[in-house]
């Protein structure tokens, strides 16, 4: 059955989202060829260029991939590593980094606050902030664009968060050991959101298109903000999470 929603969307989308929701279903599994062309255009009656848009959508979503020689594919679905994960990774002796994990620091300099950020930390609009700008990357491509904002005073304790190199113990480490901040608390909301080009083109998505996001605040012991991120995750990243219940 098909839902209004999927009624309203053009062809190649409601095709891609009925094959999405088999993937979602358990009846394509990774390895699967999606179905072809030639068997789109027979079984949902429409045009070659109509049909051969499906795949690149499912490609764009991280369901599917492109092999030479086998055609596409159903692509195994890809962990997503979130600031928190870090953290907790971190303070557990690691590196922050899963295996095959590394990252690139795009920006990061002291930028006048933007309205958002000087809500989340009780600045006025304009007031100095640290900026940082990085992506992660693994074997699979891009994990996230992460970007953050912390208290511009923080870069005259810790210098380095105004470098692009990599941070030895990441922002988490580095804040606490240079000014005794402490994260202690957070807060995590998901959202979707349309890619803005910039991001769009890190990501190796269309401008617009929407994305699985995590905004992720964090206080220290004292009940003061330290850091407000924002993570656009990767093409077919998923978000999950894993609790005791007794």
Known sequence: MVDNGQQAMPPYRRIAAKIRQRIERGELLPGDRIPSVREIERTEGVSTATATRVAAVLRSEGFAESIPG?????SARRRQTTGPDRLTMLRAGGSGFRDGERTEV????????????AAAFGLSEGEDVVQRERVYKD?????????????GVFAESAPELLSTDPLPKMT???????TGRRAVRR?????????????AEV???EPDSPALTMTNCYWDQHGEMTEYA???????????AEYELD
């Open 230 to 240: 924002i993570d656009f995750l990767g093409p077919g990243r998923e978000l999950s």
């Open 106 to 117: 795009l920006f990061s300099e002291l930028v006048p606050a933007p309205e958002s950020v």
């Open 172 to 178: 988490f480490g580095l804040v606490e050991e240079r």
């Open 203 to 205: 990501l190796g998505v």
């Open 187 to 199: 807060r995590d909301v998901v959202a979707i959101r349309p890619v803005p080009s910039d991001v």
């Open 70 to 74: 086998v055609g596409t594919i159903v």
């Open 139 to 151: 074997g699979q491509g891009v994990v996230s664009l992460s970007t953050s904002w912390l208290p």
